[in-house]
């Protein structure tokens, strides 16, 4: 389930301002889409969810980051502490 999935990706978001983005861009999609009309809307699911998915990955790269440089300071912290 695609929609499950990203909402369990944004709930384990750490950083506040990213989940907040996500769940504005999801609100967003929900208000929009039932003023969309027939044809035009699995176009605007597919761009919609595809900006989503975009914005998510650049979060999981940030996040990965992040943890690896604080792994990278644990173990400077932990060698120092021998």
């Not at 989940?19 to 967003?28: V, W």
């Not at 929900?30 to 761009?47: C, M, W, Y």
Request: aromatic fraction near 8%.
């Amino acid at each position: 389930d695609l929609v499950g999935g990203i909402h369990t990706t944004v709930a384990s978001l750490h950083m506040d301002s990213w989940s907040t983005e996500m769940e504005e861009k999801i609100y967003r999609i929900n208000q929009n889409l039932p003023t969309t009309f027939g044809e035009f809307k699995s176009d605007e699911i597919r761009r919609r969810m595809e900006s989503v998915i975009d914005k998510m990955d650049r979060c999981k790269a940030e996040h990965y980051r992040y943890v690896k440089e604080g792994v990278t300071l644990l173990e400077l912290a932990l060698w120092k502490a021998k």
